[in-house]
């Protein structure tokens, strides 16, 4: 965070001093150009770190500071273009580029208002954004650069070193940076072209929306339709794997279940999800890159018993080389991780829904007990299969087969969700007995839920 505010008071103190002292000759020595050239570089380093953490995030209260970093840039190239190159190719070719004082001066207030925008955004982004999640940032995965995103890291590196050497040896520094510089620019320019954007809503009066029953050999052909579509436009070489996941590859049987597809496309490939009705039939297409999908496969938390089977079960239209064994493998390893954490979340889970059916309570909120009843019994039924390492096979029956569940757990679970008839005061009873029984089943692994003292 001092980088941040160093960064532009050392680009103002470099640029300024020497317009406002021309005559002291220490601005040309070595001692103060190498330590300038540091003190700068160091923060810029870390306000360009700062900027990073909001490189990929989509969050609302974000995109402003987004849009003046992207002026930052401008200004950047601005610097660069009218003062930096023509003083590198005059240093290395001994030939006066033409109007040195007016490129002179606006180079140099490129610069700082470069440094500024560079420093204030990153100031905002420390103080405001640094400690969030990716989840709070709408930032979903993190991933691995594509071969374009490699690219263009190399070309950073070397327009940085570029700047580095034209220090020492401006012939050099110039030829490395303008090497690393036309194919950055170029990544710039085509970069929006890799984008792919949203359908813009259709005008005119609202369709009708019918669903109809669909046969299993219709929703496979349909399947393997859209897979040769994915194939074609995107390529073998970006595409991983294809496969029907969800409803139908559970039970391709069901006439009314939709139709959606896993598609696993090479790291740093971003496609936007899709879906609609297509011939009354619900078709979701949905685009995980590799490190996302893996991630998701690895992660063992409250919601594994719910998820992870639609991972396991799949109808596979495309794989290539056998990458589905790298998924296997992932899932393994979620078979295998602590289940403390998961454990104690939904435990804890449990006791801020308990806490809502006692406001309710209070509040003679008839529809608000129902409702924390509810919850209590489901948040339940997560605990239990948390509890037995058991995840959806046929369904979330399933939970009913588990050995570790409270003592009469199908009735209360029932009465508590209001499957079967039952008063207002029977409902509540289940779904307390439920709360009871479920933290001694937590209790009797270890989980410890209270803190004798207060904890930060």
């Known amino acids: 965070m001092i980088g941040s505010v160093s960064f532009p008071v050392v680009a103002v103190i470099g640029v300024v001093a020497p317009l406002m002292f021309p005559t002291i000759g220490f601005y040309d020595t070595l001692i103060f150009q190498w330590g300038y050239m540091i003190a700068l570089f160091a923060g810029f380093y870390e306000s360009f770190n700062g900027i990073a953490i909001i490189e990929d995030a989509r ?8 849009k003046v970093v992207n002026i930052g840039w401008v200004l950047c190239g601005v610097f660069f273009a009218i003062l930096f190159f023509p003083l590198m190719i005059s240093l290395a070719t001994s030939v006066e580029v033409p109007f040195y004082e007016v490129r002179l001066w606006i180079g140099n207030a490129a610069l700082v208002s470069w440094a500024l925008v560079f420093g204030v ?66 990544l710039t320019l085509t970069g929006k072209k890799t984008q792919v954007e949203h359908r813009p809503p259709l005008q005119g009066p609202p369709e009708k929306v019918e669903l109809r029953k669909v046969s299993r050999k219709e929703k496979l052909s349909i399947g393997e339709q859209i897979c040769d579509l994915i194939l074609s436009q995107y390529g073998r070489r970006r595409v991983h794997a294809v496969c ?33 009705v297509f011939s009354g039939l619900l078709v979701g297409v949905n685009y995980w890159q590799e490190i996302q999908i893996l991630h998701r496969a690895r992660e063992f938390d409250e919601n594994w018993p719910w998820h992870t089977d639609r991972l396991r079960k799949r109808i596979v239209l495309f794989e290539k080389k056998g990458w589905l064994h790298k998924l296997d493998r992932a899932l393994e390893e979620s078979d295998k991780a602590d289940s403390a954490e998961p454990i104690r979340d939904t435990a804890l889970k449990l006791v801020e829904d308990f806490g809502d059916l006692r406001n309710a309570r209070l509040e ?29 096979r046929k ?19 029932e009465t508590a969700v209001g499957f079967i008839s039952a008063s207002l005061e029977e409902r509540i009873q289940a779904a307390e007995k439920l709360f009871v029984e479920s933290l001694e089943l937590a209790g009797t692994r270890g989980i410890s839920l209270t803190s004798p003292q207060l904890q930060i």
């Open 121 to 186: 955004c990153s100031l905002i982004v420390w103080d405001r954004w640094s400690s969030l999640s990716v989840e709070e940032l709408d930032i979903r995965y993190w991933e691995n650069l594509s071969r374009r995103g490699m690219i263009g890291l190399v070309c950073r590196i070397g327009i940085f070193a570029g700047f580095v050497l034209s220090v020492l040896l401006p012939a050099v520094g110039l030829a490395v940076m303008a090497a690393a510089s036309v194919p950055f620019i170029f």
């Open 395 to 413: 369904g979330w029956e399933d939970v009913f087969e588990c050995q570790a569940k409270p003592s009469d757990f199908r009735r209360l679970f």
């Open 59 to 66: 969050a609302q209260s974000v995109v402003r500071v987004k």
């Open 244 to 276: 029907i996941w969800g409803d139908t590859a559970e039970d391709p049987d069901l006439p009314y279940s939709s139709l959606d597809l896993l598609v696993v496309v090479r790291d740093g490939i971003r496609l936007p999800s899709e879906q609609y």
């Open 364 to 392: 003679n909120d008839e529809s608000w007990m129902k409702m924390s009843c509810g919850r209590i019994a489901w948040s339940t039924v997560t605990l239990v299969f948390l509890l037995d390492r058991r995840y959806l």
